[in-house]
T-cell receptor, first 116, second 114 residues
Framework: NAGVMQNPRHLVRRRGQEARLRCSPM?????VYWYRQLPEEGLKFMVY????????ESGMPKERFSAEFPKEGPSILRIQQVVRGDSAAYFC??????????????FGQGTRLTVV | AQSVTQLGSHVSVSEGALVLLRCNYSSSVPPYLFWYVQYPNQGLQLLLKYTSAATLVKGINGFEAEFKKSETSFHLTKPSAHMSDAAEYFCAVSDGNQGGKLIFGQGTELSVKP
């Protein structure tokens, strides 16, 4: 059973370009979470999605950031018009159950975005 | 609202010495608590989790943590450090009823000296 797959592992974008980060959850998992880790900081929750639904986007910046989890295919975190401050590691996690506080979330290897 | 505080951003121990990484939490509901380890340029791996079944939780790689409600603490320990334990360690609390939505501490970088 493959783990959570994120690609690309490393992404370099120039200021003003778009960044697309992909996450394929573990088989059988229908809940996806995106986190951002800025240098020297812990992970900060961004958004929680189920198939075709955004459940909680309280951690998403109001502008330029969007996320989706279509019925088919991976979850996508999209950052438009990137700025240097977007440089960070973006982690995706998946879990099989909703409403269960002790459910373990499995993390991917992350995508390290560098904006130059 | 839930929150987590990790005391000490850097901890250094000698190989074979006790490892103690501190975590205090704040939660308006009975908490579910987690410790994750992150090796350089890698994702997070779950070490152990507290789900109210037992206050002393044993995890992988010889780590354990004790939930102390009176102290609102969930410190991570290992009796004898190995060089391979050098990594970043994160304490986290589950936020509300969304299992995968976690509130993380700032992290503690563990260094192990030979």
């Amino acid at each position: 059973n493959a783990g959570v797959m994120q690609n690309p592992r490393h992404l370099v974008r120039r200021r003003g370009q778009e960044a697309r980060l992909r996450c394929s959850p573990m088989k059988g998992h229908s809940h996806v979470y995106w986190y951002r880790q800025l240098p020297e900081e812990g992970l900060k929750f961004m958004v929680y999605l189920q198939k075709e639904n955004i459940i909680d986007e309280s951690g998403m910046p109001k502008e330029r950031f969007s996320a989706e989890f279509p019925k088919e295919g991976p979850s996508i975190l999209r950052i438009q018009q990137v700025v240097r401050g977007d440089s960070a590691a973006y982690f995706c996690a998946s879990s099989p159950l909703q409403g269960s506080m002790n459910t373990e979330a499995f993390f991917g290897q992350g995508t390290r975005l560098t904006v130059v | 609202a839930q929150s987590v505080t990790q005391l000490g951003s850097h901890v250094s121990v000698s190989e074979g010495a006790l490892v103690l990484l501190r975590c205090n939490y704040s939660s308006s509901v009975p908490p579910y608590l987690f410790w994750y380890v992150q090796y350089p340029n890698q994702g997070l791996q779950l070490l152990l989790k507290y789900t109210s079944a037992a206050t002393l939780v044993k995890g992988i790689n010889g780590f354990e943590a004790e939930f102390k409600k009176s102290e609102t603490s969930f410190h991570l320990t290992k009796p004898s450090a190995h060089m391979s334990d050098a990594a970043e360690y994160f304490c986290a609390v589950s936020d509300g009823n969304q299992g995968g939505k976690l509130i993380f501490g700032q992290g503690t970088e563990l260094s192990v000296k030979p």
